[in-house]
Every structure is written in C-alpha cells, then in structure tokens.
C-alpha cells in the first residue's frame, strides 16, 4: 500500500517539474486562476525597445503585465527573436556606470550624439552636464542665463597674464542653448530616475505636499514634493513634478498630480513582484499624510482632491489591510486665512491697508515720482524700500512689507507729499500725518512682525504637531501682550522715543506736527 500510495506521488512531482522547463532568468513566472502564465522581464521593462522591432510596433503578450499562457514554444521562439535581443542590449546598455553609459546609451539625442561622436566633444558635452546638474541642484540659475555662465567660466578659466586673446578661446556654441539645456535636464532626470524610485521605495515614511501656482504666462501648474525619511533617519525634501491640470476641479488636480509624479518616477522598473501599477501610485500608497491648503477643490467631502485620494490609493499593502491616509490642512495657509479674516473684518484695518496700496499704486504709475522720492529720501538722509505691488495669495508678506516701506521713509514721504502739486498728495499727507493712524501702523508692524516669525516656525521642516500647539499657545500670549507692553525693539517703541509733546499740547515726529 506505501509504495503504490508512494507511486503517483513522484509522477505528479515529475510532471511538475517538467512544466517549468525550460529555466531562464529573464522570465517571470506567474500562476492565476489554476493557469500558468510566464512574462519576460527584460521586454516588460523595456517596452519602447520592443514596439520599434515588433510588429505593428505592438507589445507581444508575453512583454505585458499579465503575461501570456506558458508553452514552450512560445517562451523558445521569444528569447531567439530580435526583440529579445534588443531588449537585452538596452538592459546592459542601462546597467552600465559612469562615462561609459554616458557614451553608449542609445535612449536620447545627447546620448545618439555621444555614441558616434569622438573624445573631445564627449568630455565638453559631459563638462556642461557638470553645470546644468549644479544649476538644478541649487534652482539659482534659469535656462536663458546658460550659454553666458558657461562660456564666462570658460574665457575665465583660459586668461592668464602672459598672453590671453578673446579670439584663441574655442567658443564653439554647439550644445550651448536654452534647447540643449533642457535636453540635458531631462537626460539628468532619466539617469537619476531609478536611485529616486529605489530612495522613495526603501523610505520609512513618505509625507506628501501639493499645491498649485499659476505663473507669470497664465499656466496653472500643481506641484509635488514628498517629505521622505530614509531607513537610516535622515530627512530628504523631494521635489516630483509639476503638471498642468487640464479639466476643472479636483479631477483635473488629481490626474495633475499624477502625471507630474509619473513624470519623474516613470513606470514600473523590473524585480517587482506584481508591476500592475505606476511607480507614482505605490509613492501614493506608501505615504502616510498628505498636505494641501484648504481650498474646497482640496477639502471637498465627497469630490474633493483628499476624497478621490482615499478612493483611488487606499489599498491594501499587506496581510494588515490598508492604513488611513492623513489628511493634513498646511499650518501656513491656515494662519494666513487667519489675518485676511483680520483684515476684512476690522474695519479700521481694512481702510489702513487700502490707503497703503493706494500710497504704493500712486508712484507705481510713474516712474518720475519714484525718482522724486528717491531725491527727497537722499536729502532727509533715509533709504527708500522697492514698494510691493499686491498679492493677495501672500497677504500677510505683503501687508508687513508694505507698512515697513512706508515707516521706514515716512519722513521722505511726508517732505514729497508736502512739496506735491497733485491732488492724491493732500490726502495722503493727511493720512500720514494723523497721530492715530501712526499709532495703528505701528502697533500692526509689531503685530506682523511676531505672526510672521510664528507663520516661519510652522513651515520648519523640523516642526512637528507638537511644536506646532507650543508655538500656537506662544504665539496668543505675545499678541495679548503686546496691549499692555511693546515689543523690544518694535515699531511701537521707536515711534514713542521719537514722538515730542510742547507745552502748548502739540506733538510732533522728526520735526513734523501730527494731527490728532
């Protein structure tokens, strides 16, 4: 009876075995629904190889996620085709190091260019690498300003005493353009993509921030960083993308922020075990919170930007079943909603702030009264600051820059608006010359001056939620003290050593009658 039960025992085990034959690394095993199915790892990772050499420049479905029915003829007639053999080059070709990758990587037109070009124009191609790299790295330098630097470094580093000549330096300017820039940019983006991947996958925690800005040429843009502690502890601030949304609302942010992600992450890199989704969605996946202002496109309950997060990232990443996502209402934005709501609602506030914008508009309009109170503040003996135009998403920056710009050269202000001939003159002298509205921009300089070192507290990268409820309690103390004593060193105490009260109960500010 045991050798007979025995028996079929090792047939089946037989039979198995052979079935996995034959053996090849580049294959992917997988088994679904009682069927076997087999992927090539190296085709799957490399699918813009395989569509130039396959037909109809379709991927095979063995170069597919889910792979294609095993047989062995199947799997033998894909390792000896072209696409296989493609497909491998370009796997060794990636897997190259240093300035030979550089030389003989095939994937961009600066690497096409190095592949047939010779030693010289390899090594000055690899130098502006060197700059654009630094550029980036450091977000000082624009894509216009670098042809100049680069040809500047090089006349500069050419001179010598002995004998220099302009007309000696090599200035071919072959790869020195705006274009070429931002190819290099990209070919630093694609090298460094599977480091960054490999840093975000191998990271302890990861927090997510997005928001979104429209620049100077009317585009909205939605940024991404993540916040991402690595496993020996140390903080790296990444920076995934931009992108641009291209429908209304949360869903246009949404996708927005994805393709921004992919952007930079790319696709599914080999060696995972299940690559069915985006290396963006696993960043997404594996982070714990995510930061947002409160904007209602954001904080919306049901189709909101957090909400379409739940819906579409909270998957289950092990045996333990999904963690929650947090949520997480940026402390800076929040405090600044907290002074536009001061300003709006205080009406003496509010007027204060318009007569300072209307003060600013006034020599905006004319660069010919700007040179005027230039001249007025040399002969006074002060400096005058560049007046901020107004920008509302910075509302407390601007507000505290712009009653600075005014105490700053209120006498070179006053000696201009005195001499002025035009009709605003009269009444911004008027305003400035009010003892009570001296007492108010004062007091809210103060006041502007310990919100704003508060607002900086919170966008510490080394502040946490409990720093933020310390510093939140400090804050209220300061700002409840500031009634009953001034700030050491404020604007409210220098206005009060150099205020004079005469006998006959006039007072006075640098030699200028105030008006009660």
Not at 493 to 514: F, I, W
Request: aromatic share 6%; proline share 3%.
């Amino acid at each position: 009876m045991n050798n007979e039960d025995q028996g079929p025992s090792k047939t089946a085990k037989t039979s198995e075995k052979n079935t996995k034959e034959p053996k090849e690394d580049n294959l992917k095993h997988l088994h679904k629904n009682g069927r076997h199915y087999v992927r090539c790892k190296t085709c799957f990772s490399n699918p813009n190889v395989v569509k130039i050499f396959s037909r109809k420049a379709k991927l095979p479905a063995i170069a597919q996620g889910p792979g294609t029915i095993y047989r062995k003829s199947v799997v033998s007639d894909h390792l000896n085709s072209e696409i296989h053999r493609e497909a491998k080059k370009t796997k060794r070709l990636l897997s190259l190091k240093g300035p030979e990758k550089l030389h003989m990587t095939s994937l961009t037109p600066i690497g096409r260019a190095l592949s047939i070009a010779d030693a010289q124009l390899a090594a000055k191609v690899a130098s502006l690498f060197f700059h654009v790299y630094h550029g980036a790295k450091r977000l000082t330098l624009s894509a216009n300003s670098f042809p100049s630097r680069v040809v500047v470094s090089r006349i500069a580093n050419a001179f010598s005493f002995d004998y220099w000549s302009i007309n000696d330096m090599p200035n071919d300017l072959q790869y020195l353009s705006p274009n070429a820039h931002s190819e290099f940019l990209k070919c630093i983006v694609k090298i460094d993509r599977n480091s960054l991947a490999s840093k975000m996958s191998n990271s302890l925690a990861i927090s997510l921030r997005c928001d979104g800005s429209v620049d100077r040429t009317q585009i909205d843009k939605i940024y991404l960083m993540a916040k991402a502690i690595s496993r020996d502890g140390k903080e790296n601030n990444i920076f995934l993308g931009a992108g641009e949304p291209k429908e209304r609302g949360a869903v246009g942010v949404h996708k927005a922020m994805l393709s921004a992600c992919s952007a930079t992450l790319g696709e599914n890199t080999e060696g995972e075990e299940e690559a069915l989704l985006t290396q963006s969605k696993k960043v997404f996946q594996r982070a714990s919170s995510f930061v947002t202002d409160g904007a209602s496109v954001n904080t919306g309950e049901k189709n909101g930007l957090w909400a379409l997060i739940d819906r579409d990232f909270n998957l289950p990443l092990g045996d333990e079943g999904p963690t929650p996502m947090i949520k997480i209402w940026c402390a800076a934005h929040r405090s600044q909603l907290a002074w536009k709501s001061v300003t709006n609602s205080i009406q003496e506030v509010s007027h204060l702030i318009q007569q300072l914008s209307s003060i600013s508009t006034f020599f905006h309009a004319s660069g010919i009264r700007t040179r005027e109170l230039i001249d007025a503040a040399n002969a006074e003996g002060c400096c005058v600051l560049s007046l901020p135009r107004v920008f509302e998403v910075r509302w407390t920056e601007f507000t505290s820059s712009l009653i600075e710009v005014v105490l700053r050269p209120w006498r070179a202000l006053v000696t201009y608006f005195k001499k002025s001939n035009e009709k605003e003159a009269a009444g911004f002298l008027s305003f400035l010359t009010k003892k009570n509205n001296l007492d108010l921009l004062t007091f809210i300089a103060d006041l502007l001056s310990v919100f704003s070192r508060y607002q900086q507290q919170l966008q510490s990268d080394s502040s946490t939620l409990i720093d933020m409820d310390r510093s939140t309690s400090n804050v209220k103390a300061k700002v409840l003290g500031l009634k009953e004593t001034a700030l050491l060193g404020g604007w409210v105490e220098a206005l009060s050593e150099q205020v004079s009260e005469e006998e006959d109960g006039t007072v006075s500010l640098k030699g200028v009658e105030l008006s009660s």
